[in-house]
């Protein structure tokens, strides 16, 4: 899967406000310089600075004050030698003026500023293009618009920004079995749909946008029909359940009829998980996952979430792992690499990793934990009071 190479997403064109999370298009200059004007760094007066170059506690300098610059406001004044204006933090430095004489240092008497400390050219200025030039590459390509880069294009002026457009993924359920909650009530052999429900909020959660085809009968003609629907309208397809090698799974067997197909995974050796699937078709991507919710649920965090988030921009989900004792002993099946679910308690104030009994024919499985372990394929006990690795989910 990190071998493959990226998917061609198509670009677009769409507003500063709608932009957070969506990862750059291109380069981005900035049209502006930031500041455009030169500015004062906080309250103070605006001078020459040699007019100060004698000042001290008991050498007063004594200037005349010609006017007062608030914020937003433009100076209307030029300061020659003996004057000076008043301007208050991110005001505009008046012409003639080289630096800004901090008003702690300062002593007003009827429009007559008496300055005791001196400063250099520059002081306390905000030079033009301090900031951000004209010119700059500010975002580079492939960035995710975050809070800080939402506020650099504002100060841009930037107002509209190419950006990828969303990856999507079409999402659907298989089986003879499932119903949508609209149902009532449950027939003998019925089951809720749960994994439209999950992987879809999880989908979401990657900055990836889902195209969802509901559920889909053990049908040939009808799962050929929603896959090839699937593979028109999106960049990846995935769907859950039909993915072992019974009579009743048609997963593979539909994906057998696409020419050009390549099936690079049938199967991986962990647990829960193991009946994954995972296919090429030209750009377009297949996932077939188990039916079981927290198989599903798994075979997702494990090998599709960072898939997408590489895709979408997003940052790889970060997993906050500990280093905890076991609290019981824990069995794992020889041969396949278990992301074993677990809870985690505190016991006489310290935390300890505990099994869940229920496995991942049990959506509660999945619920009840706290996050994973890994063991090995080839370990058959983890016992009590060894340590390992935790991992939310």
Do not use: W
């Amino acid at each position: 899967m990190e071998e493959l190479p990226p998917l061609k997403l198509d670009t677009e064109v769409i507003s500063l406000e709608d932009t957070f999370n969506r990862k750059i298009s291109q380069d981005i200059q900035s049209p502006i310089d930031v500041p455009h004007f030169r500015k004062s760094r906080m309250d103070g007066f605006a001078v020459k600075a040699q007019d100060t170059f004698e000042a001290e506690e008991d050498n007063l300098i004594a200037l005349r004050l010609i006017e007062t610059i608030e914020a937003g406001s433009i100076p209307q004044k030029t300061v020659s030698a003996g004057e000076c204006s008043y301007v208050a933090t991110g005001a505009a430095i008046p012409e003639g003026a080289d630096a800004v004489v901090m008003v702690e240092f300062t002593d007003n008497e009827n429009g007559t500023i008496f300055i005791s400390k001196a400063v250099s050219p520059g002081s306390y200025v905000i030079g033009i293009g301090h900031d951000i030039k004209k010119g700059d590459v500010i975002i580079p390509k492939n960035s995710l618009v975050d809070l800080p880069t939402l506020g650099i294009l504002s100060a841009c002026g930037i107002h509209t920004v190419p950006v990828f457009k969303k990856p999507i993924v079409s999402l659907m359920s298989t089986g003879n079995e499932l119903v949508t909650h609209d149902a009532q009530e449950l027939e003998i052999g019925q089951i809720y749909d749960i994994n439209s429900i999950v992987l879809k909020q999880a989908i979401e959660n990657t900055g990836t946008t889902v195209n969802y085809l509901g559920i889909v009968k053990d049908d040939f003609k009808a799962l050929t029909e929603q896959i090839e629907k699937g593979l028109k309208e999106s960049d990846i397809v995935l769907l859950s359940g039909g993915t072992s090698k019974g009579e009743g799974d048609l997963g593979v067997q539909v994906l057998d009829t696409f020419e050009n197909i390549e099936v690079q995974v049938h199967g991986v050796k962990i647990k829960p998980g193991k009946p994954l699937i995972f296919a090429k078709l030209h750009q377009k991507i297949i996932f077939i996952l188990p039916g079981y919710p927290t198989s599903a649920l798994s075979c997702f965090f494990v090998f599709i979430d960072d898939f997408l988030r590489k895709l979408s921009g997003y940052p790889l989900r970060s997993k906050n792992t500990e280093l905890l004792e076991v609290g019981e002993r824990i069995y794992s099946p020889i041969g396949r690499h278990h992301f074993k679910p677990i809870q985690v308690k505190h016991i006489d104030g310290t935390k300890k990793i505990f099994p869940i009994k229920t496995g991942s024919e049990a959506i509660s499985t999945i619920f009840r934990s706290s996050g994973y372990i890994e063991i090995g394929e080839l370990e058959e006990i983890v016992e009590k009071g060894d340590r390992r690795t935790f991992y939310t989910y």
